[in-house]
């Protein structure tokens, strides 16, 4: 990556000006008073916990309270919230959001370090792309606090932490909840929620069913399910976490068509689409831990995750240019080519820290 620094020197002048004063009188003086009381209004401040702590001012915290009130059918429009950053998607929900920071198009999550209850997310050496950040495992009202940076000042992050870092935490309880959705475009949605106290901690599930159709011609019949299970004793600085998560969803892809595709009336509109088989189907499970602990004057933060991963994606985004009998669509297979066979993935790993 090549970074291009441009220094500008400029020089002013300062212009004294001489303006004769209006005397002013009470009788010229507006008054606001309208006899009215206004509401209160109250004011939340969780970010004033980083002064004297955040090393740079690139860096803050958003509260559970701002989460609980973001609505969100796109796991990835809770990251919205961080000052920003823009989450958007293309061809279809089925994908990895498209991420876009201080001026930075970050593809589907190159150099936006993505952490959620301990676990990296970026998948490196990605069939659709290096650092492919997939969110849709993730369900938006257990995330309790979300903690982020920008700029390429934390090592800490990790190597896709150029331009940002996002970590979101998952809460230890949640109230019992059934909440079932439906709106335009075919979204209906299922969710349920409960935790339970066991053993001097905390155990809360929740499952998730999901179906969108999307505006295109071509329904996206995105179905989805998610389950997380987790178990917490303690807080942040001396306690430990165990969860482990279930995610699958199948999918049709609308992606990019030529205008002339659409001036010849081959496809009626802009969502239409040359290859209505375009699609994909992801799964994927992980168990992770967490620990904190009070060392010394210090504090000692572990964590361990073991993560099973598939993705297929079917793209034509060539259309029929090389073969103009059966269309040039691809199979993009999240799996080095050791484990074609078996169309698995795993990925293990184990992280520590020591803060003073």
Same mark, same amino acid.
């Given at each position: 990556?090549?970074?291009?620094?441009?220094?500008?020197?400029?020089?002013?002048?300062?212009?004294?000006?001489?303006?004769?004063?209006?005397?002013? !009188?009470?009788?010229?003086?507006?008054?606001?008073?309208?006899?009215?009381?206004?509401?209160?209004?109250?004011?939340?401040? &969780?970010?004033?916990?980083?002064?004297? !702590?955040?090393?740079? $001012?690139?860096?803050?915290?958003?509260?559970?309270?701002?989460? /609980?009130? !973001?609505?969100?059918?796109?796991?990835?429009?809770?990251?919205?919230?961080?000052?920003?950053?823009?989450?958007?998607?293309?061809?279809?929900?089925?994908? $990895?959001?498209?991420?876009?920071?201080?001026?930075?198009? +970050?593809?589907?999550?190159?150099?936006?370090?993505?952490?959620?209850?301990?676990?990296?997310?970026?998948?490196?050496?990605?069939?659709? #792309? &290096?650092?492919?950040?997939?969110?849709?495992?993730?369900?938006?009202? @257990?995330?309790?606090?979300?903690? =982020?940076?920008?700029?390429? =000042?934390? *090592?800490?992050?990790?190597?896709?932490?150029?331009?940002?870092?996002? /970590?979101?935490? %998952?809460?230890?309880?949640?109230?019992?909840?059934? *909440?079932?959705?439906?709106?335009?475009?075919?979204?209906?949605?299922?969710? *349920?929620?409960?935790?339970?106290?066991? $053993?001097?901690?905390?155990?809360?599930?929740?499952?998730?069913? &999901?179906? =969108?159709?999307?505006?295109?011609?071509?329904?996206?019949?995105?179905?989805?399910?998610?389950?997380?299970?987790?178990?917490?004793? #303690?807080? /942040?600085?001396?306690?430990?976490?165990?969860?482990?998560?279930? %995610?699958? /969803? @199948?999918?049709?892809?609308?992606?990019?068509?030529?205008?002339?595709?659409?001036?010849?009336?081959?496809?009626?509109?802009?969502? #239409?689409? +040359?290859?209505?088989?375009?699609?994909?189907?992801?799964?994927?499970?992980? +168990?992770?831990? &967490?620990?904190?602990?009070?060392?010394? !004057?210090?504090?000692?933060?572990?964590?361990?995750?073991?993560?099973?991963?598939?993705?297929?994606?079917?793209?034509?985004?060539?259309?029929? +240019?090389?073969?103009?009998?059966?269309?040039?669509?691809?199979?993009?297979?999240?799996?080095?080519?050791?484990?074609?066979?078996?169309?698995?993935?795993?990925?293990? #790993?184990?992280?520590?820290?020591?803060?003073?």
């Amino acid at each position: 990556m090549l970074v291009r620094r441009i220094g500008i020197v400029t020089t002013g002048c300062c212009l004294s000006v001489t303006a004769r004063a209006q005397a002013v !009188t009470p009788a010229s003086v507006p008054s606001y008073d309208t006899g009215q009381t206004l509401q209160e209004v109250t004011v939340t401040a &969780q970010r004033l916990k980083l002064l004297g !702590t955040a090393s740079t $001012a690139s860096e803050g915290v958003v509260a559970d309270q701002e989460l /609980q009130l !973001t609505p969100a059918y796109r796991p990835g429009q809770v990251l919205e919230t961080v000052p920003g950053l823009i989450v958007t998607s293309h061809s279809g929900e089925g994908k $990895a959001n498209q991420y876009l920071m201080r001026g930075y198009n +970050l593809d589907h999550g190159t150099d936006l370090a993505t952490f959620v209850d301990g676990m990296p997310i970026n998948q490196p050496t990605h069939a659709h #792309g &290096q650092g492919y950040t997939d969110l849709n495992f993730m369900i938006p009202e @257990l995330g309790d606090d979300i903690t =982020y940076t920008k700029g390429l =000042y934390y *090592a800490n992050v990790g190597d896709f932490g150029a331009v940002g870092s996002v /970590q979101v935490d %998952y809460r230890d309880t949640t109230p019992a909840q059934v *909440a079932v959705s439906a709106g335009s475009l075919g979204f209906r949605r299922i969710f *349920a929620a409960d935790s339970t106290p066991l $053993a001097a901690g905390n155990l809360p599930g929740a499952p998730r069913v &999901q179906h =969108y159709d999307g505006p295109f011609e071509n329904p996206d019949d995105a179905r989805k399910e998610n389950t997380v299970l987790r178990y917490s004793r #303690g807080d /942040q600085h001396n306690g430990y976490s165990i969860t482990g998560m279930l %995610y699958h /969803q @199948l999918w049709n892809n609308t992606t990019d068509i030529p205008l002339r595709a659409i001036s010849d009336g081959v496809v009626p509109n802009r969502f #239409g689409t +040359l290859d209505p088989s375009d699609g994909g189907r992801a799964q994927r499970a992980s +168990l992770s831990t &967490q620990n904190h602990e009070a060392l010394g !004057t210090g504090q000692l933060s572990a964590s361990s995750f073991f993560i099973y991963n598939q993705l297929h994606l079917y793209n034509d985004f060539a259309h029929y +240019l090389v073969d103009p009998l059966h269309g040039d669509q691809e199979d993009q297979v999240r799996e080095p080519p050791s484990l074609r066979r078996s169309r698995r993935l795993f990925a293990a #790993g184990a992280a520590g820290a020591v803060r003073q």
